[in-house]
């Protein structure tokens, strides 16, 4: 089974840009999680999803950032425009279900905002 | 207010010794705490778990003790290896049907041949 993919897998970006990040979840997961890491401030939640349904949009990155799921298999994560504290690594996580405790995580994209 | 707190944040052991990572945590609904190796360049992996009603669990070399009274927990590495050096991340959910895991912000372990 392919695990959580996550293009691209590096992005540099100059301020004010849009970008777009991608994840395909485990096939047949149903949660899909957006992470934010950097070593500051370690494991941040930016959006969650129960069967495509938006259940938590990331509070403070509520502004710039916004994560859709288009359908079961595919979710992005916009960022608009980007500011060069926006860089850290995004990782994408999906579980099975609501009972499933389990996250699995992709490799994630650096993103660099100069 | 950070609910999950580990330390050290970094640690350095030698080859062959028991290296031990220590969490504790605020939230009495917590009931179940993975612990997630990451290696560099890749994402989190889940290692080991354990949930509140037990206070031992053991997978090889890895064992996690819970003291639920005190609101701790630690996972111990025995046998150290070389390759066990990563980051290590202590995690807690509620169980209150929130899927939201809880990360802690890491400790750093570097295994010395």
């Known amino acids: 089974d392919a695990g959580v993919t996550q293009t691209p897998r590096h992005e540099v970006a100059e301020k004010g840009q849009t970008i777009i990040l991608k994840c395909e979840p485990v096939?047949?997961?149903?949660?899909l999680f957006w992470y934010r890491q950097t070593k500051i401030q370690g494991l941040e939640l930016l959006s969650y999803?129960?069967?495509?349904?938006?259940?938590?949009d990331g509070g403070a990155f509520k502004d710039r950032f916004k994560a859709e799921m288009l359908n079961s298999s595919f979710s992005t994560l916009k960022i608009q425009p980007t500011e060069p504290k926006d860089s850290a690594v995004y990782l994408c996580?999906?579980?099975?279900?609501?009972?499933?405790?389990?996250?699995?995580f992709g490799p994630g994209t650096r993103l660099t905002v100069l | 207010q950070q609910q999950v707190r580990q330390s050290p944040q970094s640690l350095t052991v030698w080859e062959g010794e028991t290296a031990i990572l220590n969490c504790s945590y605020e939230?009495?609904?917590?009931?179940?705490f993975p612990w997630y190796q990451q290696f560099p360049g890749e994402g989190p992996a889940l290692l080991i778990s354990?949930?509140?009603?037990?206070d031992k669990k053991e997978d090889g070399r890895f064992t996690i003790f819970f003291n639920k009274r005190e609101k701790k927990l630690s996972l111990h590495i025995a046998d150290s290896q070389p390759g066990d050096s990563a980051t290590y991340f202590c995690?807690?959910?509620?169980?209150?049907?929130?899927?939201?895991?809880?990360f802690g912000a890491g400790t750093k372990l570097t295994i010395k041949p």
């Open positions: 096939s047949g997961h149903n949660d």
């Open positions: 939230n009495s609904a917590f009931d179940y």
């Open positions: 996580a999906s579980s099975l279900s609501s009972n499933s405790y389990e996250q699995y």
């Open positions: 995690a807690a959910r509620a169980n209150y049907g929130n899927e939201k895991i809880t």
């Open positions: 999803f129960r069967s495509k349904s938006l259940m938590e």
């Open positions: 354990i949930l509140s009603v037990s």
